[in-house]
């Protein structure tokens, strides 16, 4: 086996640790997956992808499982979901001109 196949299996091994870890930890309760989430799945899969790209901890993907720990279930659960909706140029004109139900 030459250097370059033994590091390969190391990273494999320690990655499969990682994945294995994480697993053990999100089965203790203590994190959030897409399942349980009050946030809705695409929601909860949104949170933890955003979270992971900020480089924040507190969010992890394990095989097909999006999880969130509990303090950021909450402050996503704090987080307004209302989104502006974007008027039309219409609208925008009818709202100006206060014309309703034109």
């Known amino acids: 086996m030459s ?7 190391l990273r494999a091994a320690a990655y499969e640790c990682d994945a ?12 959030i997956d897409q399942r349980r989430s009050q ?5 909860h899969c949104a949170a933890v992808k955003r979270r992971m790209a900020d480089g924040k ?3 992890a ?21 209302t989104r502006e909706r974007k008027l039309s140029v219409g609208d925008e ?3 100006e001109l206060r014309l309703v139900g034109k």
Request: charged content about 25%; glycine content about 6%; aromatic content about 2%.
């Open 61 to 81: 993907i394990v095989g097909r499982r999006h999880l969130l720990s509990q303090t950021a279930h909450a402050e996503e659960l704090a987080t307004p979901t």
């Open 39 to 43: 946030l809705g799945p695409r929601r």
């Open 3 to 9: 250097p370059a196949d033994l590091a390969r299996v």
């Open 20 to 31: 294995i870890s994480a697993e053990a930890s999100a089965e203790r309760g203590t994190w």
């Open 57 to 59: 901890t507190d969010a």
């Open 93 to 95: 004109l009818r709202a």
